[in-house]
């Protein structure tokens, strides 16, 4: 099973991205928490952000606090990451993962589910 994100590009410090999410039927999107990690080159797998099951709770990495925002539609099998007010220090592969339990979880290990990854590159 793998999560398909998609959204990633070029964009200039202080701009936005949209980042979606989408899970194969298969998976019980409902019932699973949804989280979005981030990898820059050289760098470990960090947390960015991770919501709960029906989206009444979420999580975020101090680093993008106040600028990134995670939502999801169960009935879309979609979840979203919303990324404002981007910096250079942003740049990174961003990647999709899905995990069973009503968790806020921010350890990859964690989660059972992954997606394929999606290009952001935040220009200064």
């Known amino acids: 099973v793998q999560l398909q994100a998609s959204g990633g590009g070029l964009v200039q410090a202080g701009g936005s991205l949209r980042l979606s999410c989408a899970a194969p039927?298969?998976?019980?999107?409902?019932?699973?928490?949804m989280g979005w990690f981030r990898q820059a080159p050289g760098k470990e797998r960090e947390f960015v952000a991770v919501?709960?099951?029906?989206?009444?709770?979420?999580l975020y990495a101090d680093s993008v606090k106040g600028r990134f925002t995670i939502s999801r539609e169960n009935a879309k099998n979609t979840v979203y990451l919303q990324m404002n007010s981007l910096k250079p220090e942003d740049t990174a592969v961003y990647y999709c993962?899905?995990?069973?339990?009503?968790?806020?979880?921010?350890?990859?290990?964690?989660?059972?589910?992954w997606g394929q990854g999606t290009q952001v590159t935040v220009s200064s």
């Open positions: 919501i709960n099951w029906y989206g009444t709770s979420t």
């Open positions: 039927r298969v998976l019980t999107f409902s019932r699973k928490a």
């Open positions: 993962a899905a995990r069973s339990g009503n968790v806020l979880g921010s350890e990859p290990a964690a989660y059972n589910y």
